[in-house]
């Protein structure tokens, strides 16, 4: 027992894992953890979930069932894999996550059935907030300035100058040739504004390649873009021609129904 609880405190110690809903109920601990929260459309997360059962018992099965449910409370059908089965008490299952097709805020929701010493089940139930994104895609063109092929060369994004966690690519491009790279980025929480990227060499690629792959920089816009004054300037312009049109079209005639002769 003293085994188990050990491996229950390391779930605890891990700084980079994110938690949402742990709790301890009469000797009984869940838990959902994973490593992020928030996923591209169609994309995939994983989690792991845990039942530990710290008080001493004869006989004890843990089951769950899972389920991905949406803003409505609708249930997500196929998003949870495995969506049900056992559990092993104090120890760790996958659980994979596929994301809607549809972006927002979606909640899993796992609940766990305890029945320890055969007194009839306890169920507990935990959740865990899943935002689902439209990712931003980030594309920047890189020229190879130099006269060596290079394959699978190392390169990542950062944006606004901080590097974008898990944006590494591996690009193959001819000595003095050109080659587009592109990126999903999921942004959380991010400004509204004009937010700038570029594409460095990774540290790992062997020598000295500051001057090698050249280009890369570019910039997006959340919440509005810098044609938004011209685009406003459009549509006054567009209104004015409408009213134009509209008064030359309804204008009468001044010499209507006056005799030739007198016209």
Known sequence: MIAAIAVFAMV???GAILLEDASSVDG???VIKGEKNAVKVKGELTYQIMFFESEEFDTLDI???AVLKNSSGTNQSGAVSPSSGTL???VETDLKVTAPATAGKYTLVVTFTENKNKEGPVVTERTQTVSVLEPIVLT??????SKVDFIDFAVYFHVDGELVDGSKTLISVAAGKT???TYDWVAENLSNGEHTFKVVAGDENIGDYKDVILGGDGKFYV???DFGLTNILLVILLIVLVIMIVYLYRKP???YGKPKSRR
Not at 140 to 145: G, H, R, S, Y
């Open 253 to 255: 005639v001044k010499n």
């Open 223 to 225: 919440g509005h873009s």
């Open 28 to 30: 009984a601990s869940s």
């Open 179 to 181: 080659e587009t790279v």
């Open 140 to 145: 920047a063109v890189l020229k190879n300035n």
């Open 88 to 90: 092993a008490n104090g």
């Open 63 to 65: 089951t769950y069932s």
């Open 12 to 14: 605890f110690a891990a």
